[in-house]
């Protein structure tokens, strides 16, 4: 009697006959008690599948602030708290545990997360245990099943349709406007119940968290990078001059972060953060295609290399051909 059933389980899963609903994955900063921009534009992503939207918000104590910002997002129709020590960290055996629990429970037919260094953490656990291969960085949604991904770098656009019936999507959030924060009234209730939480395979030790009254590299509205071309870590200190007065984040290529001018975190590209600021400043960056494909879809950017065939020209709204050394102090002047 078992078998049958649950063969026709599968054939209605397989070929969509159950409601399509959607699960976003929150990300959010614990210590700040704050939701994430990046959650809000994921949230932007689901509404677009045009299914009802239910937000898993996984954390230790003091969860429920970040809850009931989610609660508020217009478009959100109901938020889905898991609140335990073992989520505090964000540790990725853990938290695919609350994941796997929440779908089991709902049966959901989109899970979407931001694209992000920590969901590159958890998805691909959560795809494996749940036997579903996720679609990553996804830019733009057709419809249910197809969405459009960058490849190669962003050399090549690709239009993916998938057949498989849960749908997993990681978001690139700088395609999708952000959500508004408020406006919105959904149903907060407790998330179902993970057997053992605490998953085993890791722990948390210590953090070590870069402090910055500037904004943050993936969110700010003006973004300054600097390349090889400034040479030693102290030329640095002409871009963060030049942020101050912009109020706004300083970048770097690879090249700098490998030859120790700039933290690792602050890395721009395919292998860094992606952005997509209002004003981009490249400054003495060459433009390799890998530094591109993280900072290309900027609303202005502007481009300083002493060398006039430089790529990075050929993405610039704005370019000036000059000596950095001389350029950005007279620029910083002038602000
Ligand atoms: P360079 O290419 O050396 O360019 C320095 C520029 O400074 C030159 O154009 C030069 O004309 C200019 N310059 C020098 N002096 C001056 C001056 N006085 N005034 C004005 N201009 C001056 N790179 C990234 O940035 N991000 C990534 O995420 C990334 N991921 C990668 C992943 C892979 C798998 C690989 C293979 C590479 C990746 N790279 C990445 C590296 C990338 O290919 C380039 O090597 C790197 O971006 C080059 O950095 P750059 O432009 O600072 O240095």
Not at 14 to 30: C, P, Q, W, Y
Not at 177 to 187: D, F, N, V, Y
Not at 267 to 272: I, L, S
Not at 285 to 314: C, R, T, W, Y
């Amino acid at each position: 009697m078992a078998q049958p059933r649950r063969f026709v389980g599968v054939l209605m899963s397989r070929f969509g006959t159950r409601d399509a609903s959607t699960l976003v994955v929150a990300e959010h900063s614990e210590s700040k008690g704050t939701l994430s921009p990046s959650t809000l534009c994921t949230i932007t992503a689901a509404g677009q599948l045009q299914n009802p939207v239910t937000v898993l918000v996984a954390g230790g104590k003091g969860i429920n602030a970040v809850a009931q910002q989610a609660a508020q997002v217009p478009g959100v129709s109901k938020v889905l708290v898991a609140e335990h020590a073992a989520y505090e960290k964000g540790i990725a055996e853990n938290l695919s545990q609350a994941v796997v629990a929440t779908h089991k429970a709902g049966d959901y037919s989109h899970i979407l997360a931001p694209s992000s260094m920590h969901s590159k953490n958890y998805v691909p656990r959560v795809a494996a245990l749940l036997d579903s291969q996720p679609i990553t960085d996804v830019i733009a949604i057709k419809d249910q099943a197809t969405f459009v991904r960058p490849m190669y770098a962003g050399n090549a656009i690709a239009t993916v349709t998938t057949s498989e019936p849960l749908k997993i999507l990681t978001v690139r959030t700088t395609a999708f406007e952000k959500a508004p924060s408020t406006g919105g009234s959904a149903a907060t209730e407790v998330a179902p119940a993970v057997a053992k939480p605490e998953a085993g395979l890791s722990a948390f030790l210590s953090e070590s968290v870069s402090q910055s009254a500037r904004p943050e590299l993936s969110s700010a509205r003006v973004v300054i990078s600097g390349g090889r071309g400034l040479k030693t870590k102290e030329h640095f200190q002409m871009l963060e001059a030049l942020a101050d007065k912009l109020k706004g984040a300083v970048g770097a290529s690879r090249a700098a972060v490998d030859e120790f001018h700039m933290p690792n975190e602050l890395q721009v590209g395919q292998t860094g953060k992606v952005v997509a600021p209002d004003l981009y400043l490249a400054v003495g960056i060459s433009g390799a295609i890998q530094h591109l494909s993280g900072m290309k879809d900027s609303k202005v950017i502007v481009a300083i290399n002493k060398d006039k065939e430089a790529p990075i020209f050929q993405v610039a709204d704005y370019g000036l051909v000059a000596d950095l050394f001389k350029a950005v102090p007279e620029l910083t002047d002038k602000v």
